[in-house]
């Protein structure tokens, strides 16, 4: 199957990106360099690298939480930055899974999940509602009131995914979200998010350490060299949706195209 054509106007864009982290002592930690990716609207992109090499700091870029030192980016066809300073309208549309839970453990489950609602507004019983929705959606029923201090690891961030997901982003940043999960939920949780995927036709870029769940999920699969990150090679993901069968040769076959072009990367 052909790769799809290359959008006119992305969703997200940056151009020459790259971000030195200033440290508090010895010099700058160059991070990125001359990072150009386009990721269109409904796009899945996933972003494999090794660790180290800079994908939080691009999730972060992209989110508006780090200004790149170099280079611009537009989230919608707009400079966010445009003014000198962070544009918070610009980043709306963007919903991000962090790496760790970042859940505030003074709050429940719900009103951890709830949260970017309630910053928008919206009422408690409708905050609830929603976050309960959620929390059964993820696995969470029954632990709606819990507090994180109650939760396993994978659990937190299972109501981690779920507060980036009750705004329903256009945009989702998904920082190795599925890291702390056992295999089996791992499974249904990629297959899920397939599906949200497909039904929403939200726009994803997905860091993972995983080739397989990169293949499975991605249109197309970006590849870092180690830091400082650069784009070493794109692989456009062909295989038609839904896809199930991870043992299929047509599936291995990517996969193993990945895992060459990574390594090449490596040097
Ligand atoms: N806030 C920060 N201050 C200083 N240095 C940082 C900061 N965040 C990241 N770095 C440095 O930038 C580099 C890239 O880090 P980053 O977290 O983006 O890597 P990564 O690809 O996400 O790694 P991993 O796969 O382990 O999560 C690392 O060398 C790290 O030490
Ligand atoms: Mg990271």
Avoid at 49 to 65: E, N, P, V
Avoid at 89 to 101: K, L
Avoid at 222 to 245: I, K, M, Q
Avoid at 260 to 267: N, P, R, T, V, Y
Wanted: aromatic share 4%; glycine share 8%.
């Amino acid at each position: 199957m052909a790769a799809p054509a290359r959008p006119l106007s992305p969703v997200l864009r940056t151009a020459g990106v790259g971000h030195d982290h200033a440290r508090r002592r010895g010099a700058a930690t160059r991070a990125l360099v001359d990072v150009d990716l386009e990721v269109a609207e409904g796009e899945f992109v996933a972003v494999v690298g090794r660790s180290g090499c800079g994908k939080s700091t691009l999730l972060r870029i992209l989110a508006g939480l780090v200004r790149p030192t170099r280079g611009r980016i537009e989230v919608d066809g707009t400079d966010p930055w445009r003014a000198g300073s962070r544009d918070p309208a610009a980043f709306a549309p963007v919903g991000m899974v962090f790496q760790d839970p970042n859940l505030f453990p003074w709050y429940s489950v719900r009103d951890n999940v709830g949260l970017p609602l309630r910053l928008l507004g919206v009422g408690r019983a409708e905050r609830r509602h929603r976050a309960e929705d959620l929390c059964r959606g993820l696995g969470l029923a029954g632990f709606e009131t819990a507090m994180p201090r109650e939760l396993s690891g994978g659990m937190r961030q299972r109501a981690s995914i779920a507060r980036a997901l009750i705004r329903d982003p256009a945009i989702l940043l998904m920082d190795e979200p599925f890291g702390a999960l056992d295999a089996l939920t791992r499974d249904t949780m990629t297959a899920d998010l397939q599906d949200l995927h497909t039904r929403t036709r939200s726009t994803v870029v997905f860091v993972t350490h995983s080739i397989p769940e990169a293949v499975f999920l991605a249109d197309r699969v970006v590849l870092l060299t180690p830091r400082p990150g650069r784009v070493a090679a794109v692989v456009d993901v062909s295989l038609p949706r839904p896809r199930t069968d991870t043992s299929a040769p047509e599936f291995q076959a990517v996969v193993r195209r990945v895992r060459a072009e990574l390594e090449a990367a490596d040097g």
